[in-house]
């Protein structure tokens, strides 16, 4: 039995500590800590059984029955919240991105790399049965060697402009899940990005300086091109799609509803809208991810999402942007080069 | 090159004419004789490049050079004409059903027996894609011993109450192209029938001593259980569906559509209708089984639907109006008794 | 909170003791009672945290903490057990069917009809989101009114023949789901059923006295007619889909997979099988079964699945044992009245 | 009726003489001209009523009687024949595409519009049910505000490399049908194209000089983007998908299949491949184009492939092979501008 702690316990800290308590029969989460811990957040930790509810994380790496800890705080916080925890010997999970700066990711590999402790990043889509489907038939040779792989990716409704300000921009904040998804299926690297970005959903979007709209062409090290669309906006929901194709056949994954029933009438033949978004749609990959952090640490394997796999999106991303910002294709090199890489 | 006379050219002797005159290179139709041929048929046959328009179908029978003839007149005309046809040496294919009473089939039959002529009946859905592939699967083993047989056959609107009244009754009309579907996909003959039917679309059509709705359970020879559903009413077309399940898998097919778009929305993700009716839905159904009755003739082979498929549908519906109006299971058996069969 | 006490913790028994623990987050399981509890089934109790293990279930009637008692022990102590729980001043959630045999049913009716308890029979399939969906679109008059039901429920594989011979026969043991499903998804009562029965899966069942493969014909109060087909080995899998067809339209559900993953290459395009039994298939029907319960008991409201419920399928089940038996439609009434009802 | 004369009868000619006397009552084929006809290709003409047969195109273009010309000879005689077959007074359909080479493009269009004939030219995916389908949503407003659009062209088999070194390269070949569809549903012109070749299926169509694999990224003037996936190899079949998504929605197209049947077994859930290639999958199209044409002539109404469609997709294409040859963007401008358009 592993005992956990978690620090922040905004909605997907919650949804963690739910996960947990339902489908993860070998941890239990000890304590929470939040700085603006308040009665709704204590009251939840109580129904959830936990035991110790904090406003200073330190509490929770100082408790030496908790062997880990989930990283569910701001995204500012999760590059050094992630070094002080190993530093206090507790594996870590960290929601993704470990961070927008480069250099501060560097200093988690390399705080990570000198400890034998486990360190997992939330890209939870790993962990969903329809990517992970894609990556079996592709890991066994269903689809021969890799030529294409391409990547929808939607959201429902596009986030506060507040938020778009601090979120890094669309490639670091939304496409991250698909560079990290490119690289998962394929089992490759990015070489080389060109990424096309438009607003077309909402101005404010642009007047804050980020895209709304792109499309994103990747070169990858074993000779596949990866093309990824997103949008932020999709009125008829969360459309996450992928396909994988090669020179034995092809994989593709299509949306997931609440129900397959289908109404047949003189409108036509309608099915229901994909589930609403991540919260509803990656729901068990969410405890899946989890699940696997925990069993990681119990077996002392590798984790299935690595600080390495935590850092490469960043830099794909990176290219994504400078790569609109230029109007030309941009290396990973390029981007990994200049941060000494 | 057959040459061909087509007797009745109303709608679907005028299907059978531009059918052969695009799609069947070995035939051309020579004559086409209506009683009530008018401008409108005269300058339809004129605009087919067909040379004679007679309003004596005595004129096609008595004509050396054509060799075949279409009997596309009204119903209580196919079995004499049949007869007529044969008499002069002609092969004949005839719209179903050959007739409503078994002792006038009977007469066909022997006639055709005694004859070396070919004789096909207008079962249709014999020669679509979609019927054909189920076909194909069961005949090469796909789905192994035959266990359930599923139709569903839905009209897209009812006809008028004049047709209800002369059309025999739903089963003689309607589903009799389904009692030929359970024959041809099993390659078995129907033993009992048990039928429910109910007017649940137009009142008119209760008090014309007809049904609108019905669900038909046949035992069959092989073992097998088959179950038709029929409705004269679906608002949202044609719906034409069937299925066969057996001890090593199930073959199924749906519904056809003018196009397989798809318009996901905030309502929801929404197919076209299935194709309205019978013209649109089996249109290249009815170029291939005269292309196959020609064919036959050709190459002095059986046709694919013969004189006893056009007897058999006839049996199994008298048996189903019989099970409706007594409330049991009536074999074939005993109709077939009843006509010294 | 709810307490709950489980009698019988065999395969179904730990499925609801789960259920609760992860999803039903206001009841608790506070004992169990098996006669044949054993190290493997009290280690079960203890990972859920359940504090009390017996053998005999009458210490959990007797303990006045427990609310309500799941029972979960073989078919033929169903209904003396629900009898005695009520006495004893439990609400009740009983597995299906309560009995076999009508009479002691009877008497479940009329002790639940007397107490002020809520009483609950295992009907999973109404809390399964796909025929729930169906439900709603019907209940909504999205379909108008109804004409045609069809239910296909096949199972992966059948039973043991030791399982067979005390089963009560596919009428009482698996369509009985079905028959439940007409009823909720019409909203209206069954009054004639003519069954086809065959044994086309294993001999040694039609020698155990059963059938493994029937279609099955049901008139409704409503006008309607529903039929269900089913079959004890399905080779592609557990085969749920369901059907209403109405004046205003159609729907229908189909099967869920483990993914929606299709492989598209030289052979076809190949997506994955159903999911393969009921226990995936329904594991949420499960939870949200129990859950239903319990609200009704929190909220003083009738459950969804009330003692008639439990009743009327195994009328009509008996009404389809005996159209198989004497090869004729049987009206439920002919049922009811032998029994007095 | 309109008369009409084929230059060129080898696979295409055939196929347009053939849907002519099929599916265009209004027209008829009175000549056709090859250099190389021969015993087959004369019997072919003759098997369909064609009363003339040249080696010299010359003597179609001098046929008083005949009004309109299909061309359908070698590439290289589009451009030359398109300019004699209008200076003499003949409506022309050009099979794609009109030339590779711009200027000589230019003066086709020249000569078109200093003429009042008809010129069309043979993008037949515009007269396919499906991208027909996907057309009228868009231009009927049913997605709103076109934001991101993606054609998939993938086919069965790779020409062979005596073609693939004559054929202009991927993108001026196979892509150029594609470019055609993105000016088609989007109804805007395409500024910039950013193109990604490599060569996964053969190396010899490297050698060649060409690329096998690409993926296209095209800015639209209407502020949206579009992305093309191709390959000249997919196991599965001939592999022709589109969508176009909007800020109201999104509709998508998917592959024809000969049935719709679905074996499900133990292996899984069967479907069959995509039409084999563009001969199967684009029959009815070709009929349709050629059809439109004539209506077009017969009507006096603007054809719905005009001469400057022959022109467009062109430029994009040398866009789209600078833009691999660079690894840079290109702009259609910079292509129009170097040919002084």
Aim: charged share 25%; aromatic share 8%; net charge negative.
């Amino acid at each position: 039995m592993i005992n956990v702690g978690i620090i922040g316990v905004g909605r997907i800290g919650r949804v963690h500590g739910e996960s947990i308590s339902k489908f993860v029969p070998n941890a239990r989460v000890k304590a929470v800590a939040d700085p603006f811990l308040n009665d709704n957040s204590i009251a939840w930790a109580k129904s959830m059984g936990i035991e110790e509810t904090y406003t200073d994380y330190k509490k929770i790496l100082a408790d030496p029955e908790i062997q880990a800890v989930l990283i569910c705080a701001s995204t500012d916080m999760h590059s050094p919240l992630s070094i002080e925890a190993i530093q206090a010997g507790k594996h870590v999970f960290c929601e993704k991105p470990i961070d927008h700066d480069v250099n501060k990711i560097k200093e988690v590999l390399d705080v990570v790399a000198k400890s034998r402790l486990k360190y997992q990043v939330g890209f939870n889509r790993r962990f969903d049965h329809n990517f992970k489907a894609v990556k079996e038939a592709v890991a066994a040779g269903k689809i021969g060697k890799q030529q294409i792989i391409k990547i929808t990716s939607r959201d429902p409704e596009p986030p506060s402009i507040d938020y778009v300000k601090v979120s890094g921009g669309i490639f670091l904040d939304m496409t991250i899940h698909d560079f990290d998804m490119v690289r998962y299926l394929s089992g490759s690297e990015v070489t080389e990005v060109y990424a096309v970005g438009s607003v077309t959903v909402d101005p404010a979007i642009g007047e804050a300086g980020d895209v709304d709209t792109a499309v994103i062409t990747l070169k990858l090290a074993n000779g596949a091109t990866a093309v990824i669309d997103n949008c932020r906006q999709s009125v008829y929901g969360y459309d996450q799609r992928a396909e994988v194709f090669g020179t034995e056949g092809c994989v593709a994954i299509s949306n997931d509803s609440d129900s397959n029933a289908v109404i047949s009438n003189k409108d036509g033949v309608t099915a229901e809208k994909p589930m609403f978004f991540f919260l509803e749609r990656y729901m068990m990959a969410y405890a899946n991810e989890v699940k696997s952090f925990v069993d990681a640490i119990e077996n002392d394997t590798e984790t299935i999402v690595n600080a390495n796999d935590g850092l490469q999106p960043v830099l794909i991303g990176l290219a994504a942007k400078k790569s609109v910002e230029e109007g030309r294709p941009v290396t990973i090199k390029e981007i990994a080069d200049s941060y000494g890489l």
